[in-house]
């Protein structure tokens, strides 16, 4: 199969991605009920309404691409599939529903392995960011770039609960941490300069890194798992070894701080 991933493409599923925030916020306002995928993993019914509109939309914008996404059964079909489409309805569920305004529409594209495209979404703040690799990255339509000034100490973006268990204590004494929700969301804002990096040691899956991943290195900026390493995605299992995410400028720094073995 033959595709051209083109900035006609991205924004077409921009258009999509951006629908199905709207989506997400009349839910919002009219009312969802929430149920728990374990312990303490909240699902609504918006992430469900979501994940349906953007399965039918995308699959018929792209016919035989494959699909991933944490709120669909997961269909292995997928691992033969040229192109895949790699997708979190609502990265930050927990932030929705407790109505803090950092939750995240994930859309990526992953070409044999590489996300080659990323469309985040912040529905509650409407800012659209977009990545396309060799074409560059926007937000709301005005280029980005991962880069910015380096001042005397770094600044992170944390996640919420990481930082509630103490994770970031460590890294206090040459970083400034900010706790931010989501990682999708995370992720698009170091794609657009506004902190030096973010990073997670724990495990995550695909859906929730994959639009991310294709924004910072679209915008410039440097993302791997926690030892280095780049990632290749659609796999048969999703777990990702953690992720560390930086402008050009930060990276290796950040790197040698996290001391990863």
């Not at 489409?85 to 929705?96: A, K, L, N, S, Y």
């Not at 659209?128 to 770094?154: D, K, V």
Request: glycine fraction near 10%; charged fraction near 25%; include cysteine.
């Amino acid at each position: 199969m033959f595709i051209v991933i083109d900035t006609s493409l991205l924004q077409a599923v921009a258009q999509l991605v951006r629908d199905a925030g709207d989506i997400v916020e009349d839910i919002a306002k009219k009312g969802y009920d929430t149920q728990f995928k374990g312990a303490s993993d909240p699902v609504t019914t918006a992430d469900l309404a979501c994940d349906t509109f953007l399965r039918e939309r995308l699959l018929t914008l792209l016919p035989g691409s494959g699909w991933l996404s944490e709120e669909t059964r997961d269909d292995l079909s997928r691992l033969d599939m040229e192109y895949v489409w790699i997708v979190d309805p609502i990265d930050g569920t927990r932030e929705f529903v407790e109505g803090v305004p950092q939750y995240a529409v994930s859309v990526a594209l992953a070409e044999r392995g590489k996300a080659v495209l990323g469309v985040i979404c912040n529905p509650a703040l409407r800012d659209l960011f977009a990545g396309l690799a060799g074409s560059g990255a926007w937000l709301n339509g005005n280029p980005i770039r991962s880069s910015r000034a380096r001042g005397e100490r770094l600044t992170v973006l944390g996640s919420r609960s990481e930082i509630k268990r103490g994770e970031f204590v460590p890294f206090e004494r040459t970083m400034s941490v900010e706790a931010v929700g989501s990682i999708a969301y995370k992720l698009a804002l170091i794609g657009a300069g506004h902190a030096d990096a973010t990073f997670s040691l724990g495990p995550k899956n695909e859906w929730d890194i994959a639009a991310g991943v294709a924004i910072v290195e679209a915008a410039g900026g440097r993302v791997t798992d926690k030892t280095g390493r780049p990632y290749v995605f659609n796999q048969r299992h999703t777990l990702v070894n953690g992720i560390v995410a930086a402008t050009a400028e930060a990276y290796a720094d950040v790197m040698e701080q996290l001391h990863v073995e």
